[in-house]
């Protein structure tokens, strides 16, 4: 129950689109990814879930593989031209290596295969999270490091101008002595 409610913490600026044709599955998934999650969006074939995704890119996509309209492998690929490091949770029925390959030749992070274990999902999505929440970590990092660094050449740079406006002010004071030395 701690990893729940640690993944709930965790979770709570990220936004999920989840994408599934069966409505009653699509009605407890969703119910329940709600309690998780601030922000979930709920398509019911993958042309709605493409469309959901331009619109608003979601931090993770949960979607089915076969589907009326547009198939999940279908979305999950035009999506991965736009995104290519979208993190995409696979759910379905069908345990075809078919699957599983294209699934991996498109990076998806995990396959839960239905009937939903929530227990398992909690496991991928905690992972999932996590991984997003270090990568948002690392981004804040670097945007912050560059800040630094820009300051740091700044302060150089100025340093830099007055130790050229000092060595001009001593040239200049030399040659002043210089001056009233020569007769």
């Known amino acids: 129950m701690s990893k729940l409610l640690e993944l709930k913490n965790l979770a709570k600026d990220l936004s999920v689109l989840y994408v599934e044709d069966e409505t009653d599955l699509r009605q407890s998934v969703a119910s329940y990814l709600k309690k998780i999650f601030d922000d979930v969006r709920v398509c019911v074939d993958g042309s709605d879930g493409l469309g959901a995704y331009k619109k608003q890119k979601p931090d993770i996509i949960i979607s089915d593989i076969l589907m009326p309209n547009m ?7 035009l999506i991965k031209d736009i995104h290519p490091s979208q993190n995409i949770i696979i759910t379905s029925a069908y345990t075809e290596s078919e699957f599983f390959i294209d699934s991996l030749k498109l990076g998806v992070g995990s396959y839960i295969i239905l009937p939903i274990n929530y227990v398992q ?15 948002k970590e690392l981004d804040l990092y670097h945007e912050n490091l560059g800040i630094v660094i820009q300051e740091k050449i700044k302060a ?10 000092d060595y ?6 030399l040659v002043q002595m210089i001056e009233q030395r020569d007769s």
Do not use: D
């Not at 198939?71 to 690929?77: A, F, H, R, V």
């Not at 909690?122 to 990568?135: N, P």
């Not at 150089?156 to 406006?165: D, F, Q, W």
């Not at 001009?168 to 004071?173: N, S």
């Open 156 to 165: 150089y740079e100025s340093l830099e101008h007055a130790r050229a406006e």
């Open 121 to 135: 999902m909690v496991e991928v999505l905690y992972t999932m999270v996590l991984k997003i929440s270090q990568e």
């Open 71 to 77: 198939n999940g492998i279908e979305m999950l690929k």
């Open 168 to 173: 001009e002010k001593v040239l200049l004071a």
